[in-house]
């Protein structure tokens, strides 16, 4: 039988990189996002034979509640792998010039949203054998990142979720992990100025001329891997592992280099 993977936030990014590439490799895919029109698109790319697709607001969980219903009319019953990667950071800069909405949207998507998955497909990988869930936690869950205080306050509790859940669901067998992705070219660098007050945007440029940036298929690998691992963390790339570890080792060095990296900008 066919091993299936349920998405969320497939509709783009690393979300709809990662349906391409287990599509590819023969598992059927659930695809779902706010964005119809956006998963039509990957429906149409993958084949309509292969997946399923479904509208999904991560924040209600109604629609949580009918879109794992339908996920498992089309997977038997069963999920392999429940990517919960749904995440957004519309908006970047200095903590006080973000509106408290948009605050509070950050984190009923990031976390709330994460939270409503990990509650309502527990049952169908409960009754998968091997079963992993999978959430996209970002490196800025394991290392301090200014400019998007609130975006990396909602990674650090997936990573606080997952730690938790890793320990609940072995009784399960449940294995629960996470990605950590650097910096990806994803929609999330398109992030907007929220005011005339806001010095510099966290967008592409700004991002481009400070670090490096992963394409999306380096991530869908990394997510491929994380099935198949058993570790709990999976920081992406050079600068994200290199992060990670001296996070834990000397976090002060950690803090200095965030630091400097951002002194011209949100620091000033």
């Excluded at 519309?90 to 990031?110: S, Y």
């Excluded at 009754?127 to 936690?137: E, I, P």
Aim: with cysteine; hydrophobic share 40%; charged share 20%.
């Amino acid at each position: 039988m066919k091993k299936s993977i349920f998405i969320t936030g497939a509709a783009s990014g690393i979300g709809r990189a990662t349906a391409i590439l287990f599509a590819k490799k023969g598992w059927n895919v659930g695809l779902f996002d706010i964005n119809q029109e956006g998963l039509e698109s990957v429906a149409k790319e993958i084949g309509h034979n292969t997946c399923m697709y479904q509208k999904l607001d991560v924040t209600n969980i109604e629609e949580w509640k009918s879109a794992e219903e339908n996920f498992s009319n089309f997977s038997g019953g069963k999920c392999d792998l429940f990517f919960n990667n749904a995440g957004i950071a519309n908006f970047a800069g200095k903590f006080e010039d973000v509106p408290i909405e948009e605050m509070n949207k950050i984190i009923d998507v990031n976390f709330k949203g994460v939270v409503n998955g990990c509650l309502i497909m527990l049952n169908l990988l409960k009754n998968t054998n091997n079963s992993v869930l999978l959430n996209t936690c970002s490196i800025a869950g394991l290392v301090p990142a200014p400019g998007i205080s609130v975006y990396g306050a909602t990674k650090f509790a997936v990573r606080g979720l997952t730690e938790s859940l890793r320990i609940e669901f072995e009784r399960y067998n449940v294995r629960v992990s996470e990605i950590n992705p650097w910096f990806t070219e994803t929609p999330i660098l398109n992030a907007t100025k929220v005011s005339e007050n806001m010095e510099s945007p966290w967008d592409r440029d700004f991002v481009n001329e400070r670090t490096k940036i992963y394409p999306v298929e380096e991530v869908a690998t990394s997510v491929w891997q994380s099935y198949s691992n058993k570790k709990i963390h999976n920081p992406l790339g050079f600068e994200g592992k290199f992060a990670s570890f001296f996070m834990n080792l000397c976090p002060s060095l950690i803090r200095f280099l965030s630091k400097r990296m951002f002194r011209d900008t949100f620091l000033d």
